[in-house]
T-cell receptor
Framework: GAGVSQTPSNKVTEKGKYVELRCDPI?????LYWYRQSLGQGPEFLIY????????DSGLPNDRFFAVRPEGSVSTLKIQRTERGDSAVYLC???????????????FGEGSRLTVL | KNEVEQSPQNLTAQEGEFITINCSYS?????LHWLQQHPGGGIVSLFM???GKKKHGRLIATINIQEKHSSLHITASHPRDSAVYIC??????????????FGEGTQLTVNP
């Protein structure tokens, strides 16, 4: 497809389980962002990739969260030992360039809704 | 205090009314986005601003860098404009990384 694709769209898991969320950005977009949106809140930054490297991972809440982008395209957000508080919509966005004035527009995926029981 | 604050949090209007949503921020930014989020979570970027004013159809966005304030205006509002409107600022530089810091959004409902 032409847009940012996220899978799964919905994931229900039990507390303590391991979860992987996948983001397939628009082809050729070098910048990729993960955000987390809790119910009734605005999205919160998690991590930013420029190419294969995590240029800014300061938003990851703790060491249970990890993200990779090994080939500079698809990214996977990994959550270990899930907790109920991890329940949220996880949004991925990509851009042809870092989001700065007069550079690439930002495109969002539909999000992956994670529910931890 | 959040770095990005929006007002109002909720807004109900009648079809045809002129609508203004405000955004104030407290950090240095490179640019500011206005985003639209429909039920189900999909987010669409409406505008990216670093100065002045932009217009697209019935939507107008302005930014005052000195006052750290931006507004989104919708003229001749329509029920299909009902959505959450989110202000997000770009923090960082190309070398140090770049990310968006989001406001909590304004839920707009336009009644026919």
């Amino acid at each position: 497809g032409a847009g940012v694709s996220q899978t799964p769209s919905n994931k229900v898991t039990e507390k303590g389980k391991y979860v992987e969320l996948r983001c397939d950005p628009i082809s050729g977009h070098t910048a990729l962002y993960w955000y987390r949106q809790s119910l009734g809140q605005g999205p919160e930054f998690l991590i930013y990739f420029q190419g294969t490297g995590a240029a800014d991972d300061s938003g990851l809440p703790n060491d249970r969260f990890f993200a990779v982008r090994p080939e500079g395209s698809v990214s996977t957000l990994k959550i270990q030992r899930t907790e109920r508080g991890d329940s949220a919509v996880y949004l991925c966005a990509s851009s042809q360039k870092p989001v700065l004035p007069n550079t690439g527009e930002l495109f969002f995926g539909e999000g992956s809704r994670l529910t931890v029981l | 205090k959040n770095e990005v604050e929006q007002s109002p949090q909720n807004l109900t209007a009648q079809e045809g009314e002129f609508i203004t949503i405000n955004c104030s921020y407290s950090v240095g930014i490179s640019a500011l986005h206005w985003l639209q989020q429909h039920p189900g979570g999909g987010i669409v970027s409406l505008f990216m601003l670093s100065s002045g004013k932009k217009k697209h159809g019935r939507l107008i966005a302005t930014i005052n860098i000195q006052e750290k304030h931006s507004s989104l205006h919708i003229t001749a509002s329509h029920p299909r404009d009902s959505a959450v409107y989110i202000c997000a600022v770009v923090v960082g530089t190309e070398t140090s990384g770049s990310r968006l810091t989001f406001g909590e959004g304004t839920q707009l409902t336009v009644n026919p």
